[in-house]
Nanobody, 121 residues
Framework: QVQLVESGGGLVQAGGSLRLSCVASGNIFSISAMGWYRQAPGKQRELVAT???????NYADSVKGRFTISRDNAKNTVYLQMTSLKPEDTAVYFCSARAIRGVYNNYYDYWGQGTQVTVSS
């Protein structure tokens, strides 16, 4: 079992920056990758960025060049540094973790409770 707690959300002006944090606890050694997703009102949840255990990153086209995902393994923490924020970035941001366990190496996904990011124009 993995627990994820996000923090760092808030209100920021367009063009500003914000850094989200996600602390993982529980069976952290089973985690193979972590990521950030977001969900705006009336919209489907979408992938923002992911980072593998080896440090490989992936970004949605809409945030490339503006957002950076990173991790601090010593602190069991993943970050999302957001810059040049736009009103369309407004959403609830969720931290996710993919764990692998079992004899057949099945995947199990875990989610944090979410943190609100609001970007004003």
């Amino acid at each position: 079992q993995v627990q994820l707690v996000e923090s760092g959300g808030g209100l920021v002006q367009a063009g500003g920056s914000l850094r989200l944090s996600c602390v993982a606890s529980g069976n952290i050694f089973s985690i193979s990758a972590m990521g950030w997703y977001r969900q705006a009102p009336g919209k489907q949840r979408e992938l923002v960025a992911t980072i593998s255990s080896g440090g490989s990153t992936n970004y949605a086209d809409s945030v490339k060049g503006r957002f950076t995902i990173s991790r601090d393994n010593a602190k069991n923490t993943v970050y999302l540094q957001m810059t040049s924020l736009k009103p369309e970035d407004t959403a609830v941001y969720f931290c996710s973790a993919r764990a692998i366990r079992g004899v057949y190496n099945n995947y199990y996904d875990y989610w944090g409770q979410g943190t609100q990011v609001t970007v004003s124009s």
